[in-house]
């Protein structure tokens, strides 16, 4: 970018006079602030490839993942889709903003960084629904059963889901489905007669998606949650600076460094989601 | 008392300010940059909803391909958030480095330790 780097003459840089990266103070230090908190991500992440590859199966994303808002289940990935495009979206109206900010448009800030606020709160929305959706679980949950696919638990579906014609079948993930002849029928209609156990959703003991693995939802909550914090903060950060450019301050500076200062944090949020995302749902 | 070190600040902030001209120059890279986050986005979506990884409860055999160009897109898509988006790119070379050195060794370090041990957790759990 023109001037982002300006050159020191050199009796100015030997005097120890400007900052070794040609860099303000500010700026500095929120890349520091954005490095630990990284360092904080993928130690989480990484904690979650550790559980994935300790035990044996681990549910599959759009087997898990696919409920839509009005429409219910039988969308894989469609809601975390749209959720992620709003993030990126998002983005890129704050580096418009950043780069308006640069030609000292305040207008043209107040519009980028109202639609990047407006993007935040939708996605703050959106992941409250997403966790609706996990939290309460399919229709009719997962049951024990004595059969040994998948450890003996299995999801109850309406057979119409997954294009057979018998009403119910039990579905043991991962492409077995138990239910379509009669005889199975017979004893899918047994077993939901007497499950050895039920669970519906998920909290942090138990979850019907791996009801072996118990650590599945516990870092389903931590990490989205933890990312939907950074997400919060971010939409109330980005309005308080958006009052102060509509108040006039940085107008008085000659300068919109602070919403450059801002949007690193905005664009940081947007990084973390990108792994989160392939982590979660895609891998 | 005069701040020197808020008026360096001031100096380094005014000087990134650029003209309209520079403007369309950068807006058409925010654009093209934009274009290629979604394409890729689209991409993962359709891959991981039509490709399964298991087939009648068998792990699909070309699931380790797919999980790899998975990683492989999102690496690309974190490159170029962080260099354009954020302007790493347009930084010094000496800032670059003081940022993205420790941590790529630290989370090599990490992912090498933690994978390592959950894998002969693994395979002690499920001989």
Redesign the interface.
């Known amino acids: 970018?023109?001037?982002?780097?300006?050159e020191l003459d050199a009796a100015t840089a030997w005097g120890g006079?400007?900052?070794?990266?040609?860099?303000?103070?500010?700026k500095?230090m929120m890349?520091?602030f954005l490095?630990s908190d990284?360092?904080t991500f993928?130690?989480l992440l990484?904690?979650y490839?550790?559980?994935?590859?300790?035990?044996?199966s681990w549910p599959?994303?759009?087997e898990v993942f696919n409920a839509m808002p009005f429409l219910g289940n039988g969308f894989?990935?469609?809601y975390v889709?749209l959720m992620?495009?709003i993030l990126?979206?998002s983005?890129?109206t704050?580096?418009?903003a950043v780069?308006?900010g640069?030609?000292?448009d305040k207008k043209g800030v107040i519009k980028w960084l109202t639609l990047t606020v407006i993007g935040g709160v939708f996605f703050v929305g959106s992941q409250a629904w997403e966790w609706y959706h996990f939290i309460h679980g399919s229709h009719y949950g997962a049951i024990h059963t004595p059969e040994v696919?998948n450890n003996g638990w299995a999801t109850i579906k309406e057979g119409a889901e997954l294009g057979i014609s018998q009403d119910f079948v039990l579905d043991?993930?991962?492409?077995?489905v138990l239910g379509a002849t009669s005889e199975e029928q017979a004893l899918v209609a047994q077993y939901i007669a007497e499950p050895l156990a039920h669970i519906q959703g998920a909290n942090m003991t138990e979850n019907e998606y791996a009801p072996m693995i118990p650590q599945f939802a516990n870092l389903f909550f931590f990490i989205t949650g933890f990312h939907g914090f950074h997400v919060l903060s971010g939409v109330v950060i980005n309005l308080i600076i958006l009052i102060n450019v509509v108040k006039g301050v940085y107008d008085k500076?000659?300068?919109f460094?602070m919403i450059?200062k801002v949007?690193?944090y905005w664009?940081?949020v947007?990084?973390v989601w990108?792994?989160v995302?392939?982590f979660f749902?895609?891998? | 008392m005069v701040r020197d070190d808020l008026n360096r600040d001031n100096e380094y902030a005014l000087s990134a300010n650029h003209d309209e001209a520079h403007g369309v120059e950068l807006r058409k890279t925010i654009w093209k940059v934009t274009g290629l986050l979604t394409l890729i986005t689209i991409v993962e979506v359709l891959t991981g909803a039509f490709v399964k990884q298991y087939i009648d409860g068998t792990p699909n055999s070309i699931w380790p391909v797919i999980k790899w160009s998975f990683i492989v897109l999102t690496l690309i898509k974190a490159a170029y958030i962080v260099l354009k988006f954020m302007h790493l790119g347009d930084e010094t070379k000496s800032f670059k480095y003081v940022l993205l050195t420790p941590y790529f060794i630290f989370m090599a370090y990490l992912i090498f330790i933690l994978l390592t041990e959950a894998n002969h957790v693994n395979s002690i759990l499920y001989p």
């Open positions: 970018m023109a001037g982002h780097a300006k006079d400007g900052s070794p990266f040609r860099l303000t103070y500010g500095q890349w520091f490095l990284a360092l993928g130690g990484c904690s490839g550790y559980f994935r590859h300790q035990y044996d599959v994303g759009e894989p990935l469609l889709a992620t495009f990126i979206v983005s890129v704050m580096v418009l780069e308006a640069h030609r000292v696919w043991f993930g991962h492409g077995k500076r000659g300068h460094e450059e949007g690193l664009h940081f947007d990084l990108v792994f995302f392939t749902y895609l891998v």
